[in-house]
């Protein structure tokens, strides 16, 4: 391929915890097109965020990054993409991406704040460490609230509150990608009807939608609940020394079935929390909705 072939020319760059894992596996397993080996490279993330590698960064030029994109010699993909869901709230992201030689398309897939904020603090406390698994969620609301918790670091969860008033982060996107390089959707799309989606993403990309009509949907990065917490944190210790690839995914697979089971879902207190949270954020939301055309009924 030629010099800068291999960039990618579609990133799903947000948000956290609202099917993005999912889009990534469904793109890349269109024939015509191709993954990075890494779902979410991180790689336009600013410095001092908490997936920030000082030797895989854009920092250091864009030779680096190029590894992620194996695409064999004679391949020729339509599309090739990452998902770093993150991106839509770095400076780095928005000074770069727009500005990449391949011109990337960029898919912003957006979930009801309230139930994201209540989904990232699940996901963090249960399948990471970035959330004490003994702080509840009402805890959690008021550390990320007054900022009297650091999460070791990880910013999605210090700033859930600012990370959840959407249309602030995506209006600079809009504004250095211009809307045909841009699409904005509401998770609720997915879950009523992903064929549909996927089809109309597809679409967008100049890929063939026919290829889903028997495509079997398979489901990444759920979150889970584990059964044994000490071997959860072993296993946290251990995975992110292990390389990317099969024998990654073999041992994921076993480690699943051994130690995790299915979240129980909020509780009622939870459930009460989500509720205040959803009226904080109408006005936000109704923002979302008139600058991109959002669908927020159901998120209130």
């Not at 210790?237 to 292990?242: D, E, N, Q, T, Y």
Request: glycine fraction near 8%.
């Amino acid at each position: 391929m030629g010099e800068t072939n291999w960039l990618p020319n579609f990133i799903i760059a947000g948000a956290p915890k609202a099917g993005t894992s999912s889009l990534h596996a469904w793109i890349a397993d269109h024939p015509d097109a191709f993954g990075s080996v890494e779902k979410e490279t991180y790689f336009f993330v600013d410095p001092g965020t908490h997936m920030y590698r000082p030797d895989f960064h854009i920092a250091g030029g864009l030779e680096s990054y190029k590894s992620q994109f194996p695409i064999p010699a004679g391949s020729a993909p339509k599309i090739i993409l990452e998902a770093t869901p993150g991106y839509m709230y770095y400076q780095l992201a928005l000074e770069h991406i727009p500005a990449l030689e391949s011109n990337p398309k960029c898919l912003f897939i957006l979930r009801d704040p309230a139930v994201q904020i209540y989904s990232l603090y699940t996901y963090f406390s249960s399948n990471w460490n970035w959330i004490p698994a003994d702080m509840s969620f009402a805890e959690f609301l008021a550390a990320a609230r007054d900022g009297s918790h650091e999460f070791k670091g990880n910013e999605l969860a210090r700033h859930a509150f600012s990370y959840g008033r959407y249309a602030e982060h995506l209006i600079p996107w809009r504004e250095k990608l211009g809307e045909d390089r841009m699409m904005v959707l509401g998770f609720d799309d997915l879950l009523r009807d992903e064929v549909a989606l996927i089809k109309k993403i597809a679409a967008w990309l100049g890929l063939d939608p026919s290829f889903y009509d028997t495509y079997d949907f398979p489901r990444e990065n759920e979150t889970y609940a584990p059964r044994n917490q000490a071997l959860q944190g072993a296993n946290i210790a251990v995975r992110g020394l292990l390389p990317k690839g099969k024998a990654y995914e073999f041992l994921r697979g076993i480690y699943r079935k051994l130690n995790t089971k299915k979240p129980e879902g909020a509780s009622e207190e939870e459930k009460a929390l989500i509720a205040e949270l959803r009226k904080e954020f109408l006005p936000y939301n109704a923002q979302l909705s008139k600058e991109f055309g959002v669908d927020t009924s159901n998120w209130s």
